[in-house]
Structure formats: structure tokens, C-alpha cells
């Protein structure tokens, strides 16, 4: 089979999809090579992510990428989620195929982006660097895990 069984789980019975209502921050993030937009939603209470969501357009894998990433979200300091990327979710399915791994940068590009909206709405100092792949639409390019 071309995916583990990780990844076809969170494919086929993905958690924490849809919107959150009273989202404080939304971030989405279309892949200009292969059409696929992941939309993220946070709500983030007490200094620390409270319910994480998604809605996303695309491909098996980057359903699953988008899936796992609310999962290893969910109840991190904003701080924590500020540092989750790419290869921790590749790394959390279990790994994605060579070709799929631009699926898991799209996810980490979209919970950034909205990580970007929050701290920017609510004034909080942050590594500007180290969210630069949210601009950066050839990231997914470059998958180096
Ligand atoms: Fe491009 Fe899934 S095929 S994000």
C-alpha cells in the first residue's frame, strides 16, 4: 500500500475538522504547485492552544498532515506550537511518501500562518524568521526530512 496505516486513519476518520466558531486566530495556506489549500483554526486560552481545527482542500495526505497537526496542537503552549514543523507531523504519520512530504509543509505553513495572525492580533513578540516559510510558497519544494 502506498501509505502507512497512520496516515490512511487520519485520512479516513480525520480528527478535529471544520471550523471553530470563536477561532481567535485562522490561518490558510493554498500550495501554488498542486492546487491544495489547508485552512487552520486555533483557539487559544490561558496561553495555551484550547481546540484546534481544520478545513482542507486537497490531496489524502495533506488531509492527514492537516489532521495530525491539530492533534499535536491541541493543549501546547502557543510558545510549543510555535516550533512544531514539518517533520515532527511527517514524523507523527509515520512518514509520508518522497512526493507527499510538501503535504506535511503546506500543514506546518497554515498552523504558522495562523500562529502569525494571533500573535500580530495580540501584540506578542515574535521570531519573524522563523516564520518566514509561511511566505515562502516554494518551501514545500524543498522538503529536506
Ligand atoms: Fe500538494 Fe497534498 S499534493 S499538498
Known amino acids: 500500500m502506498r501509505y502507512n496505516e497512520v496516515v490512511m486513519d487520519h485520512f479516513m476518520n480525520p ?5 471553530i466558531d470563536d477561532a481567535d486566530a485562522i490561518g490558510e495556506i493554498g500550495d501554488d504547485g498542486c492546487g491544495d489549500v489547508v485552512k487552520i483554526y486555533l483557539r487559544i486560552e490561558g496561553g495555551r492552544v484550547q481546540a484546534a481545527s481544520f478545513e482542507t482542500l486537497g490531496c489524502a495526505t495533506s488531509i492527514a498532515a492537516s489532521s495530525m497537526a491539530t492533534v499535536l496542537l491541541e493543549h501546547q503552549t502557543w510558545e510549543r506550537a510555535a516550533l512544531l514543523t514539518a517533520a515532527e507531523i511527517n ?5 509520508l511518501p518522497d512526493d507527499k512530504k510538501h503535504c506535511a509543509v503546506l500543514a506546518e505553513r497554515a498552523v504558522k500562518a495562523a500562529l502569525r495572525q494571533y500573535f500580530m492580533k495580540k501584540q506578542i513578540a515574535y521570531n519573524s524568521d522563523a516564520f518566514a516559510i509561511v511566505d515562502d510558497s516554494d518551501a514545500g519544494e524543498r522538503c529536506d526530512f
Do not use: F, I, R
Open 15 to 19: 480528527c478535529n475538522v471544520g471550523a
Open 91 to 95: 514524523d507523527a504519520l509515520g512518514g
